[in-house]
C-alpha cells in the first residue's frame, strides 16, 4: 500500500500539528490579497510590504503567523470580538485594530466551517458575517464589488458584510458578530433540539 | 485524536467516546462537494477515515477545469482541499473511474458508506437540427478545452469568424465571452493553456452575443460576473436600452441581487450614447459584445455548401407569468441571426454511474434526500450530481456539508453496517490490481503539480497545466 504509506508520512512528517482539526476545513489564509482593493488601508501590511507571498508555487505553505501575530501591539489596540458560530455557540477572542474579521478567525483558528475559502479575495462570500444594526451603520461604505459579492452569499441580510473587507477597529470592542446558518446547521439545531427535549 | 471530540457537533460528542470502529467512508470524485463531504466527515468525526475516489490523475474537478483561468482567486479553495487531503485519515487515488476500474457495489463492499459526488460530465442539448454542423460547440468542450481538460484537447474551435453567437444567460456563457474578448496580455499571465492561447492569438471574433430565451430579469448570471465583462478592457458593451424599458419599477420590490443587477443593464445600456460618441471621435473600442433577449434558438443554419454553421434562426419569445419563473412562449416570428461560431451554453448534465445507483434521468440527478440516495442505505450523494448542475462552490459546500451531516447521524444512529470486514482500499486495491490499474496518490499529483508550476514559471503563468494523461503518469514513474 504504497499511497498509503506516502500519505501518512507526509501529514506526520512534515506538519506536525497540522491535523489538529481545528485547523481543518479553515482557510489557509496568507496574505489578504484583495483584487479589487475595496478598503485601501484595511490592514496593516499590504501585500508588497510582506513580499511577493500568494504566488502559485506556494500553494502548499500552510498558514504560518509570520505576519499579524508576532507584530508588537500595545494593549490598546486589543479589540475583543465575538463570533456566534452557526451551531449557535459563542466564541471569543481577542483582536488587533486594522485586521479584517476574517484575519481575526483565521489567526485564531476559530472553528467556523468553510470560512474564507478564497483567502480574502473577495471571490467566494464564505466569510459572509451579520451585524446588528447599530454596528453595521457605523461600519466603513460597502464596496459594490463587496456588494456583488455579498449577493452571491446564502442567508443574506440587509446588515450582511464580508468579513474579508471589515476591519477591526477600537471603536468595536465588544463586537458581536453572527455566522449565517446553512442547511446543515439548521438540521444540526433541530437535532440537539430533539435531544434536549427527550 | 484528542481534542476532536471537543469540537464536533453536540449529539456526536457521546458516541465519540466509545470505543467504535473507526468508520471507513468512500467518496466518488474529487471536486468541491468531494472535498468538502470529506472535511466534514473528517473534522466533525475524530475516527472516520475517508478515502476519495478521483477519474482523473488530477484532482480538484471544476476548480481546475471549470472555473476561468483569469479567476484564479477562486480557486485559492484548492489550498484548503490541500490541507484535508494529507490529512493522515484521508486517501486519494487518482485515476481511477468508478463504474468501469470498480463499481459502486464493490466500493460498498469495502467500505461502510459511499458518497457520489462525481459532478456533471455532460451538458445539456438543444435538440434543434443542425446542431451538430462544424462551427457549433458546447460550452462544456469550449470551457474544457481552454482549461485543458484531456478530453477535449483536440477540439481545436474555428475562430476564423468575426461574430459568434453563445446561446444562454449563464455565468458559463459569460466566462466564454470574456476568454473570447479578452485583451491577449490578460490571458497570458493565467494559466490558460499554451495551445488555447495560441490558437486565441489568432483569432478573428471580434463581435459576441449572448442570446437568451426570456428577458432581462431572467438572466442567470450574476452581477459580479457582468460588472467583470462590462469593465473588460477594449471591449464594449451593446445593450439595446428599449429592452430595459419599465424594468427599473419591475425591480424595485424584487430582491436586492436581482434588482441590482438589473440596474447595472439598464444603467450600460443608457451609458451607450456616451460610448457612441467616444466611437465617433475614433476611440472605438474593436470589439463589442451584447446581451439579445427573448430569442429561443429553433436551427443552426448551414452555409451554401452545407459544410458549417453560418447562423442561428431564432424563434421570437414573449413571456408567460412572472419573475423568475416566467416562461418563453414563442410568438411566431423568427430572426435569422448571422455567425461563424456557435456556442451552446445552456446547461450541464449529470450522468447515470452504474447501474447498481438510482438516477433520475428526468431531472439528471440522483433521487436523494438530505443527500441518502433514496432506496440504497450506506449510499449518499453531494454536489451537482445531488442538486443538479447549478451553484458556485458555496452552494456545493453548504449541499456537502448537508450530506455529510446525513452520513454522520446514520453513523450515530446505529444505521450503518460497521462490520471491520469492510477494509476499505485493502480490497479496493487487490480489485484494481487484477484490473492493470495504477492510482495516482495525492503526493503524486503534488510532482505533477510541481512541474506544472515549473514549466509556467519559464513563461511568466502560475502554472502551464499539462493535459496529455499519459505525460502525468510519465512524471511519477508509472
Ligand atoms: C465553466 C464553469 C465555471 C465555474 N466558475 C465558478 C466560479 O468562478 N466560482 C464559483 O464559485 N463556482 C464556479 N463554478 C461552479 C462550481 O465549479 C461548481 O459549483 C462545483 O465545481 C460543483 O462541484 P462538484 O464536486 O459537484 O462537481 P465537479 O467539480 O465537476 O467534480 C466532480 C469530480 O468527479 C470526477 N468524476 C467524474 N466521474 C467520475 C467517476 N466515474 N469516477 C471517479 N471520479 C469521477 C470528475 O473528474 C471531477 O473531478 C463554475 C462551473 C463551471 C461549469
Ligand atoms: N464566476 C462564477 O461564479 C461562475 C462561472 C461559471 C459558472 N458558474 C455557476 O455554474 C452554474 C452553471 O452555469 P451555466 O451557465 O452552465 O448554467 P445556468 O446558470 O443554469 O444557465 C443556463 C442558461 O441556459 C439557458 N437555457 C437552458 N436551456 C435552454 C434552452 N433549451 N434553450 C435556450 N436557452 C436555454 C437558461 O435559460 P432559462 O433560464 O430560460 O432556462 C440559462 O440562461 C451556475 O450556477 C453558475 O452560476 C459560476
Ligand atoms: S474570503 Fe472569500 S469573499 Fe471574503
Known amino acids: 500500500m504504497k499511497e498509503t504509506g506516502e500519505r501518512e508520512a507526509s501529514a506526520t512528517g512534515e506538519c506536525p500539528g497540522l491535523w489538529d482539526d481545528g485547523q481543518l476545513g479553515s482557510a489557509t489564509l496568507r496574505v489578504t490579497r484583495q483584487k479589487a482593493q475595496p478598503l485601501p488601508g484595511c490592514c496593516l501590511l499590504s501585500a508588497q510590504e510582506l513580499g511577493p507571498l500568494g504566488n502559485w508555487d506556494l500553494l502548499y505553505l500552510r498558514w504560518t503567523p509570520l505576519s499579524f501575530a508576532n507584530l508588537s501591539y500595545s494593549s490598546e489596540n486589543q479589540v475583543t470580538v465575538h463570533f456566534i458560530n452557526r451551531d449557535g455557540e459563542r466564541l471569543t477572542t481577542t483582536a488587533k485594530e486594522g485586521e479584517s474579521l476574517l484575519e481575526v478567525v483565521v489567526n485564531h483558528n476559530l472553528a467556523i466551517d468553510g470560512f474564507g475559502a478564497c483567502e480574502g479575495t473577495l471571490a467566494c462570500s464564505t466569510c459572509h458575517l451579520i451585524f446588528d444594526k447599530d454596528t453595521f451603520q457605523k461600519l466603513d461604505a460597502i464596496s459594490d464589488e463587496e456588494l456583488d459579492m455579498l449577493d452571491l452569499a446564502y442567508g443574506l441580510t440587509d446588515t450582511s458584510r464580508l468579513g474579508c473587507q471589515v476591519c477591526v477597529k477600537k471603536w468595536m470592542d465588544g463586537l458581536t458578530v453572527r455566522v449565517p446558518m446553512d442547511v446543515s446547521d439548521m438540521r444540526r439545531q433541530l437535532e440537539v433540539g430533539k435531544q434536549s427535549k427527550q | 485524536m484528542a481534542g476532536a471530540g471537543g469540537r464536533a457537533p453536540l449529539g456526536l460528542r457521546r458516541w465519540l467516546s466509545s470505543a467504535a470502529p473507526a468508520p471507513r467512508v468512500c467518496v466518488v470524485g474529487s471536486g468541491p462537494a468531494g472535498f468538502y463531504t470529506a472535511q466534514h466527515i473528517l473534522k466533525h468525526h475524530g475516527g472516520a477515515l475517508v478515502d476519495i475516489y478521483e477519474k482523473l490523475p488530477v ?149 459576441v452575443w449572448l442570446v437568451g430565451r426570456r428577458g432581462p430579469l431572467q438572466v442567470a448570471f450574476t ?98 407569468g412572472l419573475g423568475d419563473s416566467a416562461k418563453a412562449i414563442p410568438t411566431g416570428d423568427v430572426e435569422e441571426l448571422e455567425c461563424g461560431l456557435v456556442l451552446s451554453s445552456i446547461g450541464y448534465r449529470s450522468l447515470p454511474l452504474d447501474p447498481a445507483v438510482p ?101 511568466g503563468k502560475p502554472r502551464e497545466k499539462i493535459v496529455d494523461p499519459a505525460e502525468m503518469l510519465r512524471i511519477i514513474g508509472h
Open chain 2, 359 to 459: 438516477f433520475d434521468s428526468q431531472r439528471g440527478v440522483i433521487p436523494n434526500s438530505s443527500g441518502r440516495v433514496e432506496g440504497v442505505p450506506g449510499l449518499y450523494c453531494s454536489g451537482w450530481v445531488k442538486r443538479g448542475p447549478t451553484g458556485v462552490i458555496i452552494t456545493t459546500m453548504n449541499d456537502s456539508f448537508d450530506t455529510a451531516q446525513s452520513l454522520l447521524e446514520d453513523l450515530q444512529g446505529g444505521v450503518l453496517d460497521l462490520s471491520p470486514s469492510r477494509e476499505g482500499f485493502g480490497l479496493v486495491e487487490s480489485i484494481l490490481h487484477s484490473r492493470g490499474v495504477r492510482p495516482v496518490s495525492f503526493s503524486d499529483w503534488e510532482k505533477i503539480d510541481a512541474a506544472e508550476v515549473a514549466r509556467g514559471k519559464a513563461a
Open chain 2, 59 to 207: 484532482p480538484f474537478g471544476l476548480v481546475r477545469f471549470g472555473v476561468a483561468p483569469d479567476h484564479p482567486e477562486v480557486k485559492n479553495v484548492t489550498n484548503t482541499f490541500t490541507q484535508t487531503a494529507r490529512s493522515g485519515r484521508c486517501g486519494f487515488y487518482g485515476n481511477v473511474t468508478v463504474g468501469r476500474d470498480v463499481t459502486v457495489p464493490e466500493l460498498q463492499r469495502a467500505y461502510h458508506a459511499v458518497v457520489l459526488s462525481y459532478g456533471a460530465e455532460d451538458n445539456r442539448v438543444l435538440g434543434i437540427p443542425g446542431e451538430n454542423l462544424p462551427g457549433v460547440y458546447s460550452a462544456r468542450a469550449f470551457v474544457g478545452w481552454y482549461n485543458g481538460l484531456p478530453e477535449n484537447q483536440d477540439l481545436k474551435p474555428d475562430l476564423s469568424c468575426e461574430t459568434a453567437l453563445i446561446l444562454g444567460h449563464g455565468n458559463v456563457a459569460l466566462d466564454i465571452a470574456r476568454i473570447l474578448l479578452s485583451p491577449l496580455q490578460l490571458l497570458r499571465k493565467t494559466d490558460i493553456t499554451d495551445s488555447s492561447l495560441a490558437a486565441l492569438a489568432c483569432s478573428k471574433v471580434k463581435r
Open chain 2, 223 to 320: 452581477i459580479k460576473e457582468l460588472r467583470e465583462m462590462i469593465n473588460l478592457p477594449g471591449a464594449r458593451a451593446v445593450l439595446d436600452p428599449a429592452d430595459f424599458t419599465g424594468l427599473e419599477s419591475a425591480v424595485k420590490d424584487a430582491s436586492r441581487p436581482r434588482k441590482r443587477l438589473t440596474e447595472l443593464m439598464i444603467k450600460t445600456a443608457l451609458e451607450k450614447p456616451v460610448e457612441m460618441q467616444a466611437a465617433a471621435a475614433g476611440a472605438a473600442a474593436p470589439r463589442e459584445w451584447g446581451l439579445k433577449f427573448q430569442r429561443s434558438p429553433q436551427e443552426v443554419l448551414p452555409s451554401a455548401d452545407g459544410r458549417r454553421a453560418r447562423g442561428v434562426r431564432m424563434a421570437l419569445t414573449r413571456l408567460e
